[in-house]
């Protein structure tokens, strides 16, 4: 298998992880929003919840910056 190949099929597994965090924290967004309902007083919010949320929200960030910069070095050795 030429080493072009394998940089291609990297990069296929890179787009699909990448979108597949994307769909995540999208995901993840909205129910924070829900959560973070503006006409629920503030001691009734769920904050054990929120902050969870926004742990996982913060990982799932730093693996999408993470793939993303590996997307940019395949892109590069690939010449695109």
Same mark, same amino acid.
Request: hydrophobic share 45%; proline share 1%; net charge positive.
């Given at each position: 298998?030429?080493? *072009?190949? &394998?940089?291609?099929?990297?990069?296929? /597994?890179?787009? &699909?992880?990448? &979108?597949?965090?994307?769909?995540? !924290? $999208?995901?993840?967004? &909205?129910?924070? *929003?829900?959560?973070?309902? /503006?006409?629920?007083?503030?001691?009734?919010?769920?904050? $054990?919840? !929120?902050?969870?949320?926004?742990?996982?929200? *913060?990982?799932?960030?730093? $693996?999408?910056?993470?793939? !993303?910069? =590996?997307? =940019?070095?395949?892109?590069?050795?690939?010449? *695109?």
């Amino acid at each position: 298998m030429s080493e *072009r190949l &394998k940089y291609e099929g990297h990069m296929a /597994v890179l787009e &699909k992880s990448k &979108k597949t965090l994307e769909i995540e !924290i $999208d995901g993840l967004v &909205k129910a924070m *929003r829900e959560n973070l309902d /503006v006409v629920v007083r503030p001691e009734k919010l769920n904050a $054990d919840l !929120i902050a969870n949320q926004a742990l996982i929200l *913060r990982n799932k960030q730093i $693996d999408l910056k993470t793939i !993303i910069a =590996d997307i =940019d070095k395949v892109k590069e050795i690939l010449g *695109r």
